[in-house]
């Protein structure tokens, strides 16, 4: 049973840091690209960054230049370091995978339950 646990959320005052943690568990063979999504209430959940297993970026615009995204392969772990951070960033943070686990030949989304990242003072 492949499981992904976020890490790292929290109350934080706009223009601080938070560093979010997601790691893979379980049976896994190989693991494709890793994400961070986030929703907001009342909104849909969107892509916030994406990595490679290279190590290849993408950032959604309104984070650029604030976010980072990293991956450490040998621990099937995805981080995202979160700078200068503003209300509107406030939202629950899932992390994604697209793995392929001991059990399938093809690669599968599997996703975190998510952490609560609040922005306020």
């Known amino acids: 049973q492949v499981q992904l646990v976020e890490s790292g959320g929290g109350l934080v005052q706009p223009g601080g840091s938070l560093r979010l943690s997601c790691a893979a568990s379980?049976?896994?063979?190989?693991?494709?690209?890793m994400a961070w999504y986030r929703q907001a209430p009342g909104k849909q959940r969107g892509e916030v960054a994406r990595?490679?297993?290279?190590?290849?970026?993408n950032y959604r615009e309104s984070v650029k230049g604030r976010f980072t995204i990293s991956r450490d392969n040998t621990k099937n772990t995805v981080y995202l370091q979160m700078n200068s951070l503003k209300p509107e960033d406030t939202a629950v943070y899932y992390c994604s995978a697209n793995l392929v686990d001991s059990g399938s030949y093809f690669p599968q989304d599997f996703w975190g339950k998510g952490t609560l990242v609040v922005v306020s003072s």
């Open positions: 990595i490679t297993f290279g190590g290849s970026t």
């Open positions: 379980g049976k896994i063979f190989s693991i494709n690209d």
